[in-house]
């Protein structure tokens, strides 16, 4: 069975512009969640969507945007990037919200 | 606000010997525990989890400990292979409502042959 897929796999932007990262969750998978690592921490809650609505969401400023569709994958927003959000992505996924969350390979965001 | 502490950032182990990769925690509302090892150029992958109801966790070689008075959790990979070579995460979350994986720094766990 396929894993969690992101895509794209790296990105480049520059500071201002507006970034959309996308999502498939596991087959029968209903919840999606959305981290960012940057360099030499851990990965930082940003949201977690199930059923389509918003259910958590970290301490992210509102420039930090997602939505989830009725095939349960996910896009993730970013508008007026910053230098700061250079960072991987991860998007994990899992049978509901409360079980084991499954992680994708992360989509690579940079800044410039 | 780190509520999840690994507080050493390597850990270098022979093949064969044993791997103990430590975590401590500050919130006590934490429910359950989780393991994940994570590879350059990859996600993280799920290995092993612990509610807070249980002392002790086994899958195979990996074994989860945790000490609840002392907020303390501790992996155990026996015997190390050099397979295991890889950042481990310990991550934490409480369990009513939605998921929200409060993840430690990582520790990076280089077995050698």
């Known amino acids: 069975d396929a894993g969690v897929t992101q895509s794209p796999t790296h990105l480049i932007k520059t500071r201002g512009q507006h970034v959309t990262l996308r999502c498939s969750p596991i087959?029968?998978?209903?919840?999606v969640s959305w981290y960012q690592q940057v360099l030499g921490q851990g990965p930082q809650f940003i949201f977690q969507y199930y059923e389509k609505e918003e259910r958590g969401r970290g301490n992210f400023p509102d420039r930090f945007s997602a939505r989830q569709f009725p095939n349960y994958s996910s896009e993730l927003n970013v508008n007026a990037l910053l230098l700061g959000d250079s960072a991987l992505y991860l998007c994990a996924s899992s049978l509901v919200r409360t079980d084991t969350q499954y992680f994708g390979p992360g989509t690579r965001l940079t800044v410039l | 606000d780190q509520q999840v502490k690994q507080n050493s950032p390597s850990l270098s182990v022979q093949e064969g010997r044993i791997s103990i990769l430590n975590c401590d925690y500050t919130?006590?509302?934490?429910?359950?525990f989780l393991w994940y090892k994570k590879y350059p150029a990859e996600g993280p992958t799920f290995l092993i989890s612990i509610s807070s109801i249980k002392d002790k966790n086994e899958d195979g070689r990996f074994t989860v400990f945790l000490n609840k008075s002392a907020k303390h959790l501790s992996l155990h990979i026996v015997p190390s292979q050099p397979g295991d070579s890889a950042v481990y995460f310990c991550a934490a979350f409480k369990g009513t409502g939605f998921q929200k994986l409060v993840f430690g720094t990582g520790t990076r766990l280089l077995v050698s042959p």
């Open positions: 919130n006590s509302m934490f429910d359950y």
């Open positions: 087959s029968g998978h209903k919840s």
